[in-house]
Every structure is written in C-alpha cells, then in structure tokens.
C-alpha cells in the first residue's frame, strides 16, 4: 500500500513538474532584475535605458495631488513615430518599475493604468523608438500612501 | 482575496478601438500584513497579452505595484466592427485567466 502511495505521490510531482514547465517558460517574460531593482537608476540599467532624452512627445495625464495612494490613474501616450515600448516607473516606490508595455502592429503607444503610491513621488515614463530612449517626468503628490498595511 | 473574473469593452472610434479590460486580482505587494501579523505573501499579475483577431498587438509586464483589481485602457488601430479582441494575464503563482469579446 505504501509503495503505491508513494508511486502515485511520485507521479503526482512529475506530472506537476511537467505542467509547471510552460508556465515557467511565460514567466521568463518577466525582467526579475528590473522588476526587482530598488532605485529608478538601477531599472533603467537593468532595461538597457539609461541616458535617455528629455522629449515633449510623451505625455503624462496624471492628477496632480493624489487623495488615495491605493489608487492613482496614469495615462501616458508617445506621439513618437514608431515607439516600440513604454515603462512606467514611480521613483519613490519601493521597487520604481510599475509597468513595461510592448506595442506591435495594430497597438497604439498609449496605456492607462491604476498604480499604487506610497509617498508623493516623480512618474518617470521612457519610450523606446529605434533603439533609442526618451524620457518624461511628473510629479505627483499623495495626501495618503498605498503601499502599507 | 482570491482572483477571479475579467470584464472587458472594446468600443470603436473611427479606425481606432478603445478597450477597456478589469482584473479581478488582489495584487498583494508581500509588504502587508494580516490581523495576526502574518505577512502576506506577493501576489500579483506579472504578464499580460493583448490580442486582435488571434494575433498578438501588445505584451505587458506589471509589478506588484499596480492597484488591487487592476483596470487598463489599450488602444488598437485598424480596427472594425466585430473584430475579437482577447486579453489575457499570468500571475506570480501560475495562474491565469483570459476574455474576449467583439469590438462594438
């Protein structure tokens, strides 16, 4: 009895292996290291972004003062030719990457989004077109943080 | 709270379509914690996909930091009447979920 059960368990755990592997294989998908930084410099090392031009073609619609941290809408849209990605970082945010998104053929380089806000803090948005990066900045206060208990 | 269903709306204006899609998602940093002063462990959506038609237009990667239940708007161009549109996400933990509907 104890041999099945431990033949089935066996199998059981090499079946779930086996299912977890595709998933394993999306989740490589996700840059742990830029996700994971803790400072907005090292997200933009981490993404390959650094040193990136000022540019009035991205535009940043965010409210000014935030009254709940839980819940602050951002809107970014590049009106840049051709931009191939937005991310979306909040300086002031335990780990600043929020959001990176990739456009292909048929999407326009525009996002809304509801981002959590610990402290009033800098939106710092890069495009990526060509190869090359470009950078815009807001600033957004918070009246109360979202990111504790 | 556990995940759980998706809400979407893909309206068209002109050649473009704008859709809105609602996650339902607790988004956990792994910062806060429960009334016994557990911590709670992060849980939270990491890939999104976005497809027209079958194909894909738009691939997103998002940290714990985007809000509980999260709600995004996509634009996509060359769009019509009728066309499907699917969106569909993967969590930290290997769940996932997915809709679809027809622009309108």
Redesign the interface.
Same mark, same amino acid.
């Given at each position: 009895m104890n041999a099945l059960r431990r033949l089935t368990l066996g199998a059981g755990a090499a079946l779930a292996a086996g299912l977890l592997l595709p998933l394993r294989a999306l989740a490589a998908g996700w840059n742990k290291d830029a996700f994971q930084s803790r400072t907005a410099a090292d997200v933009l090392k981490s993404l390959g972004a650094t040193g990136g031009a000022e540019s009035k073609d991205i535009v940043i619609e965010a409210p000014q003062i935030a009254e709940n941290g839980e819940v602050v809408p951002i809107e970014v849209t590049s009106n840049l030719p051709g931009t191939k990605s937005i991310a979306v970082l909040i300086e002031k945010n335990p780990f600043p990457l929020t959001g990176k998104f990739e456009f292909m053929e048929g999407a326009l380089p525009f996002v809304k989004l509801n981002v959590k806000m610990g402290q009033s803090s800098f939106v710092r948005v890069v495009a990526e077109v060509n190869g090359r990066h470009y950078v815009a900045t807001r600033e957004i206060k918070v009246t109360i943080g979202g990111c504790g208990g | 709270m556990a995940a759980g269903p998706m809400k979407m709306r893909a309206s068209l204006k002109g050649d473009?379509a704008d859709i809105r899609v609602l996650m339902t998602h607790p988004m956990e940093?792994g910062?806060?914690?429960d009334a016994s002063g557990n911590v709670i462990p992060q849980h939270f959506i990491?890939?999104l996909t976005?497809k027209?038609n079958g194909?894909?237009?738009?691939?997103?990667?998002? =940290?714990?930091?985007? =809000?509980?239940n999260?709600?995004? =708007?996509?634009?996509?161009?060359?769009?019509k009447a009728g066309d499907k549109v699917e969106v569909n996400w993967?969590d930290?933990n290997?769940e996932s979920n997915k809709t679809e509907t027809a622009i309108a």
């Amino acid at each position: 009895m104890n041999a099945l059960r431990r033949l089935t368990l066996g199998a059981g755990a090499a079946l779930a292996a086996g299912l977890l592997l595709p998933l394993r294989a999306l989740a490589a998908g996700w840059n742990k290291d830029a996700f994971q930084s803790r400072t907005a410099a090292d997200v933009l090392k981490s993404l390959g972004a650094t040193g990136g031009a000022e540019s009035k073609d991205i535009v940043i619609e965010a409210p000014q003062i935030a009254e709940n941290g839980e819940v602050v809408p951002i809107e970014v849209t590049s009106n840049l030719p051709g931009t191939k990605s937005i991310a979306v970082l909040i300086e002031k945010n335990p780990f600043p990457l929020t959001g990176k998104f990739e456009f292909m053929e048929g999407a326009l380089p525009f996002v809304k989004l509801n981002v959590k806000m610990g402290q009033s803090s800098f939106v710092r948005v890069v495009a990526e077109v060509n190869g090359r990066h470009y950078v815009a900045t807001r600033e957004i206060k918070v009246t109360i943080g979202g990111c504790g208990g | 709270m556990a995940a759980g269903p998706m809400k979407m709306r893909a309206s068209l204006k002109g050649d473009v379509a704008d859709i809105r899609v609602l996650m339902t998602h607790p988004m956990e940093t792994g910062q806060r914690k429960d009334a016994s002063g557990n911590v709670i462990p992060q849980h939270f959506i990491q890939n999104l996909t976005v497809k027209m038609n079958g194909k894909t237009v738009l691939e997103g990667q998002i =940290s714990q930091g985007v =809000s509980r239940n999260p709600v995004f =708007s996509f634009r996509l161009k060359g769009a019509k009447a009728g066309d499907k549109v699917e969106v569909n996400w993967l969590d930290n933990n290997g769940e996932s979920n997915k809709t679809e509907t027809a622009i309108a």
